[in-house]
């Protein structure tokens, strides 16, 4: 695959390894998807731009039913925030089990994680600067523990640092839409276990291999949160100034970044390429120009 380079671990089991193969044997024989094989740049389409301070009329339907449209006009700009380091990560583990996650303090931030949350709030003052507006920045977030210290040391961090013309609201409001994804059978299995499933995300967004959460599933629920958070917030003369801060998890934040940016649905499995840091913030973009450049497609080394 172009810009794609493919990572296996050098022991597969092979219960795991021909578990995957009827995937991906529909995969190349399925027409939507036989593109993928050749260049899956030209997939790529410029669905919504809009200028850095710019409104949307109205509120738009937080139901996400068809994701060939990609993800509807928002009100307000959107900064993306992945969780700092956690002790998931530096047990090397897969953590995603919403049942013993949401709403609990179970892998919580590390003593490096909060001082990258901290570290954060200069990156989201700098992306604030960019816009050229002023108005208010309000914190989202997963309801695991990760996600929901970093972004709250992040808006207490951010209170001082502020940049003239905004104003931080403290309190963190929680969605369950941003949880992360579910890896199914591969929870609490170590991280290279992604690469069982990440190559197949590529060419099938909707296989459910492992039990886990598939990519459109993600990009459903999360592109949802994204509406409803939306259309809760602005009236009269805040409507469309607020920029909201999400703070989530790699898999689901890069899921969310390309149905933004308006990825073809059969594409959406990309999203592996685009992988965020412990603690980076990201302008939700609306064009496929405002995607970083796309990375080998590796999983994550212990400790990120």
Same mark, same amino acid.
């Given at each position: 695959?172009?810009?794609?380079?493919?990572?296996? @671990?050098? #022991?597969?089991?092979?219960?795991?390894?021909?578990?995957? /193969?009827?995937?991906?044997? %529909? &995969?190349?024989?399925?027409?939507? =998807?036989?593109?993928?094989?050749?260049?899956?740049?030209?997939? /790529?389409? #410029?669905?919504?731009?809009?200028?850095? =301070? &710019?409104?949307?009329? &109205?509120?738009?339907?937080?139901?996400? +039913?068809?994701?060939?449209?990609?993800? @509807?006009? +928002?009100?307000?700009?959107?900064?993306?925030?992945?969780?700092? $380091?956690?002790?998931?990560?530096?047990?090397?583990?897969? &953590?995603?089990? @919403?049942?013993?996650?949401?709403?609990?303090?179970?892998? !919580?931030? +590390?003593?490096?994680?909060?001082?990258?949350?901290? !570290?954060?709030?200069?990156a989201v003052a700098d992306e604030l600067r960019k816009l050229? =507006?002023?108005?208010?920045? #309000?914190?989202?977030?997963? @309801?695991?523990?990760?996600? #929901? $210290? +970093?972004?709250?040391? =992040? %808006?207490?961090?951010?209170?001082?640092?502020?940049?003239? !013309?905004w104003e931080v609201v403290p309190d963190v409001g929680l969605d369950d839409g941003l949880r992360e994804r579910y890896f199914g059978r591969l929870d609490g299995m170590k991280l290279y276990t992604y690469a069982y499933v990440w190559p197949v995300d590529l060419l099938l967004p909707t296989h459910t291999g492992f039990d886990v959460e598939s990519v459109a599933a993600v990009a459903r629920r999360a592109g949802e949160a994204v509406a409803r958070i939306d259309a809760s917030l602005g009236d009269g003369e805040t409507l469309g100034t607020d920029v909201l801060v999400l703070a989530g998890h790699a898999d689901t934040l890069q899921i969310l970044q390309v149905l933004a940016a308006g990825v073809e649905e059969g594409m959406l499995g990309t999203f592996s390429s685009y992988r965020f840091g412990n603690g980076e913030v990201r302008f939700m973009g609306r064009d496929v120009g405002t995607l970083p450049d796309p990375s080998p497609m590796v999983p994550p080394e212990k400790g990120t």
């Open positions: 695959l172009q810009s794609h380079k493919w990572y296996f @671990p050098k #022991r597969v089991p092979a219960v795991m390894f021909y578990s995957l /193969l009827p995937l991906l044997f %529909a &995969s190349v024989i399925t027409e939507k =998807c036989s593109g993928f094989l050749v260049a899956p740049q030209v997939f /790529l389409a #410029r669905r919504h731009s809009a200028a850095p =301070c &710019s409104t949307a009329a &109205s509120a738009p339907s937080s139901d996400l +039913t068809d994701l060939s449209e990609g993800l @509807p006009p +928002t009100r307000h700009k959107f900064f993306l925030l992945r969780h700092g $380091q956690s002790t998931a990560n530096v047990a090397g583990i897969i &953590s995603s089990d @919403p049942d013993t996650l949401m709403y609990t303090e179970k892998h !919580g931030l +590390t003593a490096l994680g909060k001082e990258q949350a901290r !570290g954060s709030a200069l050229n =507006c002023g108005g208010r920045v #309000r914190f989202f977030s997963s @309801p695991f523990a990760r996600a #929901r $210290q +970093t972004a709250e040391i =992040c %808006a207490e961090q951010l209170l001082g640092i502020i940049p003239e !013309g």
